[in-house]
């Protein structure tokens, strides 16, 4: 009984392993996914302030109006900057929607992770304290036994 309880133990410990292991790759990952929404923030906050600037200079071009050839050739430019902005702004957004959604996941299942670790532990601990209780009553029913064995000899 006491090896089986001992390989018990033993498992548990294996799969606290494995959950911490798992634990500190889902904290690693974290740790990247944080840096990927710093650098897309960065980056979404640049390519407005970037976006900011051509409609300020689509708006200063419009004021002019001339029709000078190469003004409407940099309007039509600048026009199509702007669209190309918007879109990888769009798509920035996106990513970092995703990149957050992902962020959470990781989160959660880091949280889950950390709870399953500390229930092995407890269960460790309990499983400890048996083996303690089971060693000591072995222990009396030893000296039991050897206060029969010593009576039945008297006798």
Not at 19 to 39: A, D, F, M, N, P
Not at 46 to 59: A, G, I, S, W
Not at 124 to 129: E, G, H, N, T
Not at 131 to 152: I, P, R, V
């Amino acid at each position: 009984k006491i090896k089986t309880l001992r390989e018990q133990a033993e498992a548990a410990q294996e799969r606290i392993d494995i959950y911490e292991g798992e634990s500190k790759r889902l904290e690693q990952e974290t740790l990247q996914k944080e840096h990927e929404i710093v650098s897309l923030r960065n980056k979404h906050k640049n390519l407005d302030q970037e976006l900011k600037d051509t409609v300020e200079k689509m708006r200063v071009l419009e004021g002019l109006k001339q029709d000078d050839k190469s003004t409407l050739e940099e309007k039509n430019i600048t026009q199509s900057k702007i669209s190309l902005l918007e879109q990888e702004l769009e798509n920035s957004d996106q990513s970092l929607r995703e990149t957050t959604k992902n962020f959470r996941e990781a989160d959660v299942k880091a949280e889950y992770f950390e709870r399953k670790l500390q229930q092995i532990e407890s269960q460790i601990v309990a499983q400890d304290r048996k083996n303690e209780e089971l060693g000591a009553k072995q222990e009396e029913l030893l000296a039991t036994l050897d206060e029969l064995n010593a009576q039945m000899e008297d006798i």
